[in-house]
């Protein structure tokens, strides 16, 4: 049976490799996406990728992913750390969401170090640059014993 996977990035990351490399590094949202695709190639899974810089849409395709997805891989990028609406719609979904993170948060500016959203997530993966989201992939597939030890 296909898992579905839904590869969700927050605010701002549509400037990525645009600016702040020292930060975020140089590689773009649409490099991430095809590295994400290519990484699940060899699995019976499907992936959907969406970028909004809105809280609202944000919850709204959360709200979607109900509908037809198994799990979702999620940068809420600065909407984690002040978004109780990303939460709840998180903790409605029922669904297993793995908060990624490029940067390492925790050794940042301390408004960083708090997650709103990390409780409800199944797990959080932060500072692993980009290769961050193929860990939080691999989670899923482990999650899924698509993918051994
Ligand atoms: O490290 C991450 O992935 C963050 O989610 C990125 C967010 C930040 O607010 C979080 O604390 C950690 C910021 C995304 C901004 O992305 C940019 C990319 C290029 C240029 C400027 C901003």
Redesign the pocket.
């Known amino acids: 049976m296909t898992k579905r996977i839904l590869l969700l990035h927050?605010?701002?990351?549509n400037?990525?490799?645009?600016?702040?490399p020292e930060?975020?590094g140089d590689t773009t949202l649409a490099d991430i996406n095809e590295a994400a695709e290519r990484h699940i190639a060899p699995y019976s899974l499907e992936l959907r990728t969406a970028q909004s810089n809105h809280e609202g849409e944000l919850v709204d395709l959360l709200h979607d992913a109900r509908e037809w997805a198994d799990g979702v891989v999620f940068?809420?990028?600065?909407y984690?750390?002040t978004s109780i609406a990303l939460r709840d719609a998180i903790s409605a979904i029922d669904l297993p969401v793995i908060e990624?993170?490029?940067?390492n948060?925790h050794g940042?500016e301390s408004f960083?170090h708090k997650s709103m959203l990390a409780g409800v997530c199944l797990g959080q993966i932060?500072g692993f640059g980009w290769r961050g989201y193929l860990l939080a992939l691999d989670a899923l597939l482990r999650r899924w014993e698509l993918l051994g030890d």
């Open positions: 927050g605010p701002n990351l400037l990525l490799g645009t600016r702040q930060v975020y940068n809420p990028g600065a984690t750390h990624v993170h490029i940067s948060v940042r960083r932060a």
